[in-house]
């Protein structure tokens, strides 16, 4: 209350009250005017490079678009990220992240680190926003993409791009050797009697000039004849040594028909193999070069499935990018928002076929941009993709994986270039597998 001398004039102490209280008010409104200013920041974990080993245009370009949109879409909301991580430094950093407290809200899971950052704890399951969100639909995405992210039941990773892999078939060299083109359904036995009838020394100088497969390797027919890796601390508990040992006899076979020669790099585009494995970024990365194989050569290929134990399904390696958030996000729903936004929006998934060699994982796009792209609905259409990404194989994401695969593709190789006996390699994988397995790191 303003108080008044006897006379009715305001005094002194008056003034300097309502002074305060006008600037309490104006602090007031200053303090809410901050507040209504302040950005929400999500951080996301991303790095350059890929699993595929295909070279990338313009790493960040649709990163970049993407959270301009999505900052767009939500106002006071700002997605910041680090540039300039390699995908060999990114495990590591994302290990320090995660050590020091202050790993990203959002963040692109590695295979090798998705089953220890589920474990943990690390990972936030998604499955409570996938199903409390009204515009979310997992039958939008290729199956197989969706179970690249689960672990023990949950839902961990959600997908963002896909790379299927598959043959090719050089029909014309085929038909010169009095070979039929194999349905989609042919076997490893069917594969080895046409590479054998096609690898020739058609000059007689004693080196091969005309070759039957190009790319194709152990793990192909391991796959073919249903072989799994799982987690474990012995060889024995990892892979099938009864299904390893026909992936062997095969790369033995080819080994002898190419009479240990290496297939040079230049023999397809010359039209002298008959089939050369492929994934879809080498071929979208590349597709002028088909493309001009295709329109200009003298042979016609078309893309085939990979040949099958007896008929069965075909398999063949699935690449997977996957997102995952940080089970100590302040921020989930936005990070769930940013996720879905990431995988969901057409926009964005559009982005992932104009921006990468990959395919967008969700299916409504992806079989709209293959169909509007020539060159490669001159050769691969949307039905034989969806057929090879559903008969893929996910990639083990345990620890030590790579490290495992990598010593076993030189143990085979090594041992069969040495004339070894099957059970010399057998028994040589397994004690260089035990090894890997058993040590810490």
Known sequence: MINMDKSGVITKKSVIALVVIIYIILGIFFVQGLKSDKKTI???????GNEWGVPQIDVYRIYDEAIKLF????????????????????????????????EPDVFIVLGEDFDTLSSIGMLEPLDVFMKSDSSFHS??????????????????????QIVPTFMIVN?????????TVPDMDWTLDEFLRMTEALTKDTNQDGINDQYGVMGYGWENTYYAAKGTFEAGDKAIDVY???????????????????????????AFDQGLV?????????????KPYPYKVKKYSDFIWEPISFPSVDHN??????????WGMSSRSKNKDLAWEFIKFMSNNDEVQQMVWDYTYTLPTKISVSNKASAQDEVLSNVLDAAFLESVIDQSVIEPTFKKYQKLIESMDIRIKVNI???KSMQEIIRSVRVEADSILESEN
């Open 42 to 48: 999500v951080q996301i974990g991303i790095y350059s």
């Open 71 to 102: 900052e767009k879409e939500n106002p006071g909301v700002t997605v910041e990220y680090r540039s300039g991580t390699l995908m060999d430094d990114y495990s590591e950093w994302l290990a320090q992240k995660i050590l020091n407290g202050d």
């Open 139 to 160: 039958e939008d995405f290729y199956k197989k993409g969706i179970e690249a992210g689960i672990y023990d039941g949950y839902q961990y990773a959600m997908p963002f």
């Open 171 to 179: 029909e014309t060299l085929l038909k010169e050797n009095n070979l």
């Open 240 to 266: 099938d040594e009864e299904k390893l040992k026909k992936a062997i006899e095969v790369s033995k076979a080819l080994y002898t028909q190419n009479s240990g020669q290496n297939v040079p790099p230049y």
């Open 274 to 286: 008959g089939f050369k494995t492929f994934s879809l970024a080498e071929f979208r990365a590349y």
């Open 313 to 322: 399904t075909s398999i063949g390696k699935l690449y997977t990018v996957q």
């Open 417 to 419: 270039m040495d004339d």
